[in-house]
C-alpha cells in the first residue's frame, strides 16, 4: 500500500509540475500571434500594391496560421475570465 501511495503522489508532483498556467499558455499563444501577425503586416498590409499582389498566396497561407491561434487565444481568454467568475 505505501509504495501505491509514493507512486501517486510521485505523479500528482510530475503532472503539476509539468502544466503551464492558463496565463501562461496565453502568454506563449499571444507571443506567437504577435510574430505571425507582425510578418502578415508586412507581407499583406504594408507593403507596396505590387508586392501585396504578388503575396496573395502568402498572406492566404499567414492567414490560415493565424486564425485558429486566434481563436485559442479567445477561448482561453473566455475560460480564464469564466473562472475568476
Same mark, same amino acid.
Given at each position: =500500500?505505501?509504495?501505491?501511495?509514493? %507512486?501517486?503522489? #510521485? *505523479?500528482?508532483?510530475?503532472?503539476?509540475?509539468?502544466?503551464?498556467?492558463?496565463?501562461?499558455?496565453?502568454? +506563449? /499563444?499571444? #507571443?506567437?500571434?504577435?510574430? *505571425?501577425?507582425?510578418?502578415?503586416?508586412?507581407?499583406? %498590409? /504594408?507593403?507596396?500594391?505590387? $508586392?501585396?499582389?504578388?503575396?496573395? +498566396?502568402?498572406?492566404?497561407? $499567414?492567414?490560415?496560421? =493565424?486564425?485558429? *491561434?486566434?481563436?485559442?487565444?479567445?477561448?482561453?481568454? +473566455?475560460? %480564464? +475570465?469564466?473562472?475568476?467568475?
Amino acid at each position: =500500500m505505501r509504495p501505491a501511495i509514493v %507512486i501517486v503522489i #510521485a *505523479l500528482a508532483t510530475l503532472t503539476i509540475s509539468g502544466c503551464k498556467s492558463k496565463q501562461d499558455q496565453l502568454t +506563449a /499563444l499571444n #507571443a506567437q500571434f504577435d510574430t *505571425l501577425n507582425a510578418q502578415y503586416q508586412k507581407d499583406c %498590409i /504594408l507593403a507596396p500594391v505590387e $508586392e501585396m499582389k504578388r503575396n496573395d +498566396a502568402k498572406c492566404k497561407t $499567414e492567414r490560415e496560421k =493565424m486564425n485558429p *491561434l486566434g481563436k485559442k487565444i479567445l477561448d482561453l481568454q +473566455a475560460d %480564464i +475570465a469564466a473562472s475568476k467568475r
